[in-house]
């Protein structure tokens, strides 16, 4: 589809997106309806984090019959992490731009009626990072880069510095330490580009953006890159990757350590 320069080029940039994807609803503004949650909201006032861990215990005590302290935490460290990881892995899958990422230019949407996770995000900044070649290069709101690996380097740093403010607010809060935190943001990002192109047809390309991202450990993060090839019982060949952290989920009853967990698989 070619692009359309508009007066808010990543506000135009994030509607070609939306239609490439089915996790979240994605906007550019926070609405007056609706329960809508700012994230600098949350990274100053942790009773936000105590609101939506009280949420997501009753849920689990509803449906598995119990709330474990350390799925709980792990429940709401995914699903917050995965909010500038997914965001920031769209637009640089799809647009080669990546917005900022600050907490105070991001928002998201818990679910009222189910499971309170996130179904919706807003981007309500206007600046981005793009390449020479970009047509909207020559905005006042564009920082360009020399190429895509400065891109990615670019993606990369943006999430780490929205995943260490809300690791410093979140520790205090949760029954997990320091490695387990940057496990679940590595997981988060590599997922998180995986996925941009597997929804947008193109899982060969989410790969190499992830190979590109994350092409060796680097600090605080947890790891390079872990998709690999599989070879399923039978006989199909796809692409999987072995998770950096745990999702606790085993913990509730009659459940299980889920196929690509790091307690069960190997490095």
Same mark, same amino acid.
């Given at each position: ?20 994807? @089915? ?15 700012? !994230? ?7 009773? #936000?984090?105590?609101? #939506? @861990?009280?949420?997501?215990?009753? #849920?689990?005590?509803? +449906? @598995? &019959?119990?709330?474990?302290? %350390?799925?709980?935490?792990? /429940? ?11 965001? &920031?892995?769209?637009?640089? @899958? ?20 189910? %499971? ?12 981005? /990072? ?5 047509? !909207? ?24 510095? +929205? ?6 607010? /979140?520790?205090?809060?949760?029954? +997990?330490?320091?490695?387990?935190? #940057? ?13 941009? &192109?597997?929804?947008? &047809? ?15 450990? +680097? ?6 890159? *872990?998709?690999? $090839?599989? *070879? ?17 989920? /085993? ?11 790091? $307690?069960?698989?190997?490095?």
């Amino acid at each position: 589809m070619p692009r359309r320069v508009g007066s808010d080029v990543l506000a135009s940039s994030l509607a070609r997106v939306a239609a490439l994807q @089915h996790e979240l609803e994605l906007r550019t503004d926070v609405p007056p309806a609706g329960d809508w949650w700012r !994230c600098h909201h949350l990274l100053t006032d942790r009773t #936000w984090f105590s609101r #939506w @861990h009280r949420r997501l215990a009753d #849920w689990l005590i509803e +449906h @598995h &019959g119990a709330a474990p302290a %350390r799925t709980v935490s792990g /429940y709401v460290l995914w699903w917050y992490l995965r909010l500038p990881a997914y965001v &920031g892995a769209l637009l640089l @899958h799809h647009e080669r731009r990546v917005p900022l990422l600050r907490p105070s230019e991001l928002a998201f949407r818990i679910s009222r009626d189910s %499971r309170p996770d996130p179904v919706g995000v807003a981007v309500l900044g206007r600046s981005f /990072y793009c390449l020479p070649l970009d047509p !909207c290069a020559g905005r006042p709101e564009a920082v360009v880069v020399a190429d895509e690996r400065a891109l990615a380097e670019v993606y990369r740093a943006r999430f780490v510095a +929205h995943a260490t403010a809300f690791i410093r607010a /979140y520790r205090p809060l949760s029954p +997990h330490g320091a490695r387990t935190l #940057w496990a679940a943001a590595t997981d988060a990002i590599d997922s998180c580009l995986w996925w941009a &192109g597997v929804q947008g &047809g193109d899982e060969g390309a989410g790969v190499a953006d992830a190979a590109l991202v994350l092409d060796a450990r +680097h600090e605080p993060l947890t790891s390079s890159s *872990t998709l690999r $090839r599989h *070879t399923g019982d039978n006989g199909s060949v796809g692409w999987t990757r072995r998770r950096e952290s745990c999702c606790f989920t /085993y913990l509730l009853p009659g459940s299980t350590e889920c196929e690509t967990c790091p $307690r069960t698989c190997p490095r």
